[in-house]
């Protein structure tokens, strides 16, 4: 599998030679469901939380006696069926977040960037370079890149006026090549790598695709 290279006019370069056993195999929209399910599980913050009837206000004193009235029995003020009532089995604060194989997280990410190139919407450029640290340079570089609704640019060490100039662009996203997620590419329309952040993710996965050659054809 061969990409493009272009430059930062989005003339072509060169080529990017891909190895078909790291990007060339089944892509397991499952896989990459449960990596992205993971990483929201991990960004919650889980703070929801109720008050039990120990905690509302109000006094714990019974508010009649129990025979004799006519009317139903009650406890107390903080009974979870009055108004005001505590909460029964209601939501308390907890992590969401569960363990996810290193090999599985790395796994989605392969058959996400293997989905995108197969669609065609992944851009390699030789160098992510920027004149100066300017929102205007940045959105132009982008849109001669190709850059859609989302997008999601990817360098080895981005450098500071590039982070500067692209902070402030919507539906731009700017991770390390060693940062980003399946749901980073999931999330994305358009993929603008640079070639050195591409050639360092298809070593990273070749290492731990635990993938045979026979799933890979």
């Given at each position: 599998m061969?990409l493009?290279?272009?430059n930062v006019?989005?003339e072509?370069?060169?080529a990017?030679?891909?190895n078909?056993?790291?990007f060339?195999?089944?892509?397991?929209?499952?896989?990459?469901?449960?990596?992205v399910?993971?990483?929201?599980?991990?960004?919650?913050?889980?703070?929801?939380?109720?008050?039990?009837?120990?905690?509302?206000?109000?006094s714990g004193?019974?508010?009649?006696?129990?025979k004799?009235?006519?009317?139903?029995?009650?406890?107390?003020?903080?009974?979870?069926?009055?108004?005001?009532?505590?909460t029964?089995?209601?939501?308390?604060?907890?992590?969401?977040?569960?363990?996810?194989?290193?090999?599985?997280?790395?796994?989605?990410?392969?058959?996400?960037?293997?989905?995108?190139?197969?669609e065609?919407?992944?851009?390699?450029?030789?160098?992510?370079?920027?004149?100066e640290?300017?929102?205007?340079?940045?959105?132009?570089?982008?849109?001669?890149?190709?850059?859609?609704?989302?997008?999601?640019?990817?360098d080895?060490?981005?450098?500071?006026?590039?982070?500067?100039?692209?902070?402030?662009?919507?539906?731009?996203?700017?991770?390390?090549?060693n940062?980003?997620?399946?749901?980073?590419?999931?999330?994305?329309?358009?993929?603008?790598?640079?070639?050195?952040?591409?050639?360092?993710?298809?070593?990273?996965l070749?290492?731990?695709?635990?993938?045979?050659?026979?799933?890979?054809?």
């Amino acid at each position: 599998m061969t990409l493009d290279i272009v430059n930062v006019r989005n003339e072509k370069v060169g080529a990017l030679d891909l190895n078909d056993e790291v990007f060339g195999g089944r892509v397991r929209s499952s896989l990459i469901w449960e990596a992205v399910r993971h990483e929201q599980a991990e960004s919650r913050a889980g703070t929801h939380a109720t008050k039990s009837r120990g905690m509302v206000q109000g006094s714990g004193r019974k508010l009649w006696k129990q025979k004799g009235t006519g009317r139903a029995r009650v406890s107390d003020v903080r009974n979870p069926l009055w108004r005001k009532g505590g909460t029964v089995f209601g939501p308390s604060p907890r992590d969401y977040g569960y363990a996810l194989p290193r090999k599985m997280a790395k796994g989605a990410l392969r058959d996400a960037i293997t989905q995108k190139i197969r669609e065609g919407k992944v851009v390699v450029v030789d160098a992510l370079v920027v004149s100066e640290p300017r929102t205007r340079v940045a959105a132009q570089l982008l849109r001669q890149l190709g850059h859609t609704r989302k997008t999601l640019v990817i360098d080895v060490q981005p450098e500071d006026a590039l982070v500067l100039s692209t902070r402030n662009l919507p539906g731009v996203r700017l991770v390390p090549a060693n940062r980003v997620t399946a749901r980073d590419v999931v999330d994305s329309t358009t993929v603008i790598a640079s070639k050195a952040a591409l050639s360092r993710l298809q070593e990273a996965l070749g290492e731990a695709t635990g993938r045979s050659r026979s799933e890979a054809s």
